[in-house]
């Protein structure tokens, strides 16, 4: 019993050593990838949200509304991307779409952010400029900018995002001067399975 033992460990032991020594001769396959890094350029983003901010609150039907209606397309343009302009009304009032794409598939995903200025500013401390229009920084420019330097930096990757669209929200006024505020009135019945909404950033 004891001699089964010992031919038993010493065998291990050989198969052990052999295995090591050729562990050392045979190379080892090393799969490296390579992942393409990409920037998004902070600043940049930064200098479109103050452009638009310097055209005024983009409240709907507005000068202001309009002149950046044509700033969007051309930026969209120098991007690198289609334009497509999904019209409509709400209660009367004119809805306008702007959606960039690069790709006749239908979208995977969609990033989405609205881009006009609301028309009263009726959560400002001041009670005195609660009747005038929201300047729209953070609740649409910022957005605006984000999406604007997205499309340039996955202009290398078409096939990261296939669209994306820049929503106006649906400005219907009632009696008090509350504002009503529906967002994405076209896109409502597109069904999309994944959409993400830029928004006060």
Request: glycine share 6%; no cysteine; proline share 5%.
């Amino acid at each position: 019993m004891q001699r089964i033992r010992f031919f038993l460990s010493l065998w291990l032991i050989i198969i052990f050593a052999v295995v090591v020594a050729l562990s050392r001769k045979v190379a080892m396959p090393i799969y490296m990838y390579r992942y393409e890094t990409v920037v998004f350029n902070g600043q940049r983003a930064l200098d479109d949200a103050i452009e638009q901010l310097n055209m005024g609150p983009r409240t709907p039907n507005s000068n202001a509304h309009t002149v950046f209606q044509k700033w969007l397309q051309v930026k969209i343009i120098e991007a690198g991307w289609r334009v497509t302009l999904q019209t409509g009304m709400f209660q009367g009032h004119p809805i306008n779409n702007i959606i960039a794409h690069n790709s006749n598939e239908p979208p995977r995903i969609i990033i989405a952010a609205h881009y006009d200025s609301r028309l009263f500013s009726d959560n400002d401390p001041d009670p005195n400029l609660r009747s005038n229009p929201v300047p729209g920084a953070n609740d649409g420019a910022s957005g605006v900018a984000a999406l604007l330097e997205l499309a340039r930096t996955y202009l290398t990757n078409p096939n990261q995002f296939g669209w994306y669209s820049l929503m106006q929200k649906t400005t219907v006024i009632f009696q008090g001067g509350n504002g009503f505020w529906d967002h994405d009135i076209l896109f409502r019945s597109s069904k999309q399975n994944l959409r993400l909404s830029f928004s006060l950033i």
